[in-house]
């Protein structure tokens, strides 16, 4: 973590101190994205940066909007996070004055409804932004840091079966893998140089 503490400590440097560093860890599902924020997140925290993580997860539409059978990889990809209401409510604002407090719709993999949730941070110098899609050529402009998490989709199947995301058994986790999320993920790495775009890559 010491080289992402010190690459953060550079861009600081150079961004003023009326706002907030904002640095992006993407990659594929499954590829260790959230434990390498959550690491890069307590190390920072060490060198006495006031850090806000935020996972895009909550942001997710809806399954009968993020999921079209007819066209399942494709319309995940564009449809699987709400970016432009995550970008307007919640990053950039925090971006910009360093503190907020509102409550959002919120989305569990699972939520069938909008639920609520408070973001409440105060006086913060550091955003870590983690999630999938993250390095969409429209989205890249916003960040300060870009970071992406390295790992092949083999790997990152094992992990996912062996945490069992969404509840789905072994077999079922395969063919969403297989059939939406990889594939979904295979057109951002193509479409938008996704791994190219980052400043940092993580072998994980």
Known sequence: MEHLVKAIRRVRSNTSRDRAVLAAISGIDASGKGYVTEKLAAALQAEGFNAAVINIDGWLNLPQVRFDPNDLPANFYRNAIR??????????????????????????????????????????????????????????????LKIWVDCPFETALERAIARSQEGLSPKETIRAYQTIYFPAQRIHIGLDDARSAADILIDN
């Open 83 to 144: 970016f432009d209401e995550m970008f307007e409510q919640l990053v950039l604002p925090l971006r910009r004055s360093r503190s907020i407090d509102i409550v959002a719709k919120f989305t569990q993999e699972t939520s069938i409804e909008y639920l609520e949730h408070r973001y409440e941070f105060e006086d913060i110098n550091v955003i870590l932004l983690e999630g999938i899609f993250l390095f969409k050529r429209e989205l890249i402009h916003h960040y300060d």
